[in-house]
């Protein structure tokens, strides 16, 4: 939020600083991840598209699309079952990349632990635009928002395009693997341990032991749902100004990877994970 500085500067002073922080405000409202911008870099072609999130560049290196996470299919790991809707989002990338111009812009980490090229990807339009990749295959409901602690960027815009492909039951939201889990659903939720899932519910108590945030769904935190953040992970909540105790008694939706630790439970890295409903 914008505020207007006060005291006894003079007002030529006043108004040179209304002016400025005016300016900052609009600049700031105009963000938006829906145009690359001016320095997002150079020109590539797509040469392969490998699944729905991640293709081939011209200069042979290989991108994953940051902030969303596309149905999985094989790619040669022995014993992994398909994603539903796999092919069907590989399908979608190749008509929406292959052999089309993109730039590629980074607003977080721009690569990963495999050496692929992490990032933004938009697609050059015959009428100059720009296709924003990740918000159209949200809006297809061929993926999924998915984030990391240090690639946040765009966040807001692309969980709007999810919800607009959920609320209209679009592609992966048509499907009993894709749904919302309710958090007091232990069965449910322990059949998809080591699977990513958003689960939904009010959290019955938020509290702080030795520095770790314990949101429990349930009232008894050894069976029922639980997602923690860890100390190391707490400055990122103080920096949004976000006490995670605040959480307690409000409905919420935490995305992430299903674990079992006294109960089925989701690690909290970042306070994107947690969309607060009601």
Known sequence: MCHK????????????????????????HSTSCAVPPPDAGRIFEVIEVVDGDTVVLDD???????????????????????????????????????????????GGADMDRHGRRLAQTYVLQ????????????????????????????CLDELLAAEAEARDSGQG?????????????????????????ELVQGRVREATLVRGRAYLNFGTNYRDDFTATIAPRDMKRFREAGIDPVAYGGR?????????????PSIDVTHPEQIEVLE
């Open 60 to 106: 042979r290196s290989e991108v994953r699309m940051v902030g969303l996470q596309a149905p999985k299919l094989p790619l040669g790991r022995r014993g992994f079952e398909k994603w539903p809707l796999a092919d069907e989002a590989r399908d979608a990338a190749v008509q929406l990349l292959d052999g089309q111009r993109v730039v590629l812009w980074s």
């Open 251 to 263: 409905i919420v939706r935490v995305r992430g990877w299903l674990r079992n630790f006294n109960g």
């Open 172 to 196: 992966m939201w048509a499907l009993a693997a894709y749904r919302i889990l309710a958090a007091e659903d232990e069965g449910q939720l322990g059949n998809r341990e080591g699977s990513y």
């Open 126 to 153: 015959p009428d100059g635009g720009h296709l924003w990749f990740q918000q159209e295959m949200l809006r297809l409901g061929l993926a999924r928002v998915y984030s990391f602690p240090d690639n946040r960027a």
């Open 5 to 28: 500085r006060s005291g006894s500067l003079g007002f030529a002073v006043l108004l040179a600083g209304v002016l400025v922080v005016l300016a900052g405000c609009e600049q700031a």
